[in-house]
């Protein structure tokens, strides 16, 4: 932290002397007329060259793939971690007219239950997400895990899972 305060003293200091100099060169020196042509050339080859890399990375990047060429369809060659994960699965439509919400979660914003075996308690986790959001669901999950560090009252295999969520309103 001393080295940043270093830092940041020495970047002070050195930005006044330059206004100080750059003030001087502009008003007082003989060179005035020459300072400006200089900072004009210096501000206007900078933007030109940012321009410049610009059109470079634009002219020697490949275009991405389409989506189109991607192949999304599961098929008997696709490997999966675990057989049972098929079984929940959900594919086709759904109508969406009553719909508000759609969170998509991993595992580890499940709410910790005593016994692994029960059914999850959806009641209890829209009302959690419907009073204070995923970061409530969070909040919630991760206080009752921390109640629970040895994994006793609600068994599990590791203190707590990562979380990756994501929440879509419907209008």
Same mark, same amino acid.
């Given at each position: 932290?001393?080295?940043?305060?270093?830092?940041?003293? #020495?970047?002070? /200091?050195?930005?006044?002397?330059?206004?100080?100099?750059? =003030?001087?060169?502009?008003?007082?020196?003989?060179? #005035?007329?020459?300072?400006?042509?200089?900072?004009? =050339?210096?501000? /206007?080859?900078? /933007? &030109?060259?940012?321009?410049?890399?610009?059109?470079?990375?634009?002219?020697?990047?490949?275009?991405?793939?389409?989506?189109?060429?991607?192949?999304?369809?599961?098929?008997?060659?696709?490997?999966?971690?675990?057989?049972?994960?098929?079984? =929940?699965?959900?594919?086709?439509?759904?109508?969406?007219?009553?719909?508000?919400?759609?969170?998509?979660?991993?595992?580890?914003?499940?709410?910790?239950? @005593?016994?692994?075996?029960?059914?999850?308690?959806?009641?209890?986790?829209?009302?959690?997400?419907?009073?204070?959001?995923?970061?409530?669901?969070?909040?919630?999950?991760?206080?009752? @895990?921390?109640?629970?560090?040895?994994?006793? &009252?609600?068994?599990?295999?590791?203190?707590?899972?990562?979380? #990756? #969520?994501?929440?879509?309103?419907?209008?």
């Amino acid at each position: 932290m001393s080295n940043d305060r270093t830092l940041g003293g #020495a970047i002070l /200091v050195g930005s006044i002397a330059g206004i100080v100099i750059y =003030f001087w060169l502009l008003f007082m020196s003989p060179w #005035a007329w020459l300072t400006i042509q200089v900072s004009a =050339f210096a501000a /206007v080859g900078m /933007v &030109l060259i940012i321009i410049a890399w610009i059109g470079y990375t634009l002219a020697t990047t490949p275009p991405p793939m389409p989506l189109e060429d991607f192949d999304f369809d599961m098929d008997e060659d696709t490997e999966i971690g675990e057989e049972d994960a098929t079984k =929940f699965f959900n594919t086709g439509k759904i109508e969406l007219k009553n719909i508000e919400n759609i969170i998509l979660f991993t595992d580890g914003l499940l709410l910790p239950k @005593e016994n692994p075996e029960e059914k999850e308690d959806w009641n209890k986790f829209v009302k959690i997400y419907k009073k204070s959001g995923l970061g409530g669901l969070l909040k919630y999950v991760r206080e009752t @895990e921390e109640s629970d560090p040895k994994c006793y &009252l609600y068994p599990r295999f590791k203190k707590h899972d990562d979380v #990756a #969520a994501i929440s879509i309103k419907i209008e």
